[in-house]
């Protein structure tokens, strides 16, 4: 008998690892898919969002950042912030913000406790503000993820800046 029970155990474990080694399989094989989608459409994966239950990609191409459904421009950016907690702490402001009156960003601050921070990235663009919510993972994740993308935003503004001449050279010539 106690033989009968220790095999209906062992049976019942191979059965769970079959079953989470199927779900990590089928979860690896979406990623790709994803991935692989993205690189058709000609994009460059910067990173992957923990959103809910799935990932969320944060893609660029030469002319545009892809934040799952959302398309930002780079031409529109104005300026690209770092948010910890909703409070800004890094900052990259294009020359062509300085004709608009840009407010600087900050977001009311959800409660997630001390213990998590959260992480974003605001972009400010000419149509409004779009916040890459990065998460608030521990182990310094998020801010990992929140800096790779402030760095690629950040680049592009300063190519953009260096590309576009400004208005006040215009009106000199």
């Not at 990235?121 to 182990?139: D, F, H, K, P, Q």
């Amino acid at each position: 008998m106690r033989d009968l029970i220790a095999a209906g155990v062992a049976l019942a474990l191979v059965f769970a690892v079959l079953s989470l080694a199927t779900t990590l399989h089928d979860s690896r094989r979406s990623r790709r898919r994803k991935h692989d989608a993205e690189r058709a459409r000609g994009r460059h994966v910067v990173a992957e969002l923990p959103t809910g239950d799935d990932l969320t990609l944060f893609s660029e191409d030469d002319t545009c950042f892809y934040y799952g459904t959302q398309v930002v421009k780079k031409a529109s950016i104005l300026a690209t912030r770092v948010l910890i907690n909703g409070s800004p702490i890094a900052a990259a402001t294009s020359t062509r913000a300085r004709q608009q009156a840009l407010q600087p960003t900050s977001f009311e601050d959800r409660p997630d406790g001390i213990a998590r921070d959260r992480w974003d990235v605001a972009l400010e663009t000419e149509g409004g503000t779009v916040l890459v919510e990065c998460g608030s993972i521990r182990e310094r994740i998020s801010q990992e993820l929140a800096r790779a993308i402030f760095d690629v935003v950040k680049t592009s503004v300063e190519n953009e800046d260096a590309t576009t001449p400004s208005r006040e050279s215009a009106r000199v010539d």
